[in-house]
Every structure is written in structure tokens, then in C-alpha cells.
């Protein structure tokens, strides 16, 4: 079963609340997005951290309800 972009956005917004979230329905089948996700908690964190902590609030969808994730992250500028 497919997760869509709602959902996707409540679980993220959920685990880091001040986050500004965009995400994209890739190929308009629910199960490839892309999510551009912008928070002050990503300051000072690596690349590979700021991704672990996308992949731990959507708590173990990913490979399984959801597909494919392309990540961009960032802190504000």
C-alpha cells in the first residue's frame, strides 16, 4: 500500500516541528517522492544525520509503505 504526500508530511512534521516541508509526487504513484525539508535542528549536523532523522520519524516505512525518498535537507540560512 502506497503513503501519500499528506501523510508523508504529518510524520516529518511531527518528529521535528519546526520544520518547512515540501514534498513531490515523483511519478504519481505514491511510492516515489521527493521532500525538501528545512529545520533549525538540522544545524551542525551532517548530511547523513539530518537523513536519519527524516528516516526515524517516518518510522520504518521506508522499503516498505514507501518506496523511494529523495532527501535534500538543510538548516535555514
Known amino acids: 500500500m502506497a503513503m501519500d504526500a499528506g501523510e508523508i508530511e504529518k510524520m516529518i512534521q ?3 516541528p519546526d520544520a518547512a516541508i515540501s514534498i513531490r509526487d515523483l511519478a504519481g504513484d505514491g511510492d516515489h517522492y521527493a521532500a525538501e525539508v528545512v529545520s533549525e535542528s538540522f544545524r551542525g ?11 526515524q520519524a517516518l518510522k520504518g516505512k521506508m522499503g516498505g509503505e514507501l518506496h523511494a525518498l529523495a532527501l535534500q535537507t538543510s538548516a535555514p540560512k
Request: no cysteine.
Open 14 to 16: 511531527d518528529a521535528i
Open 45 to 55: 549536523k551532517s548530511r547523513v544525520q539530518q537523513h536519519q532523522m527524516i528516516y
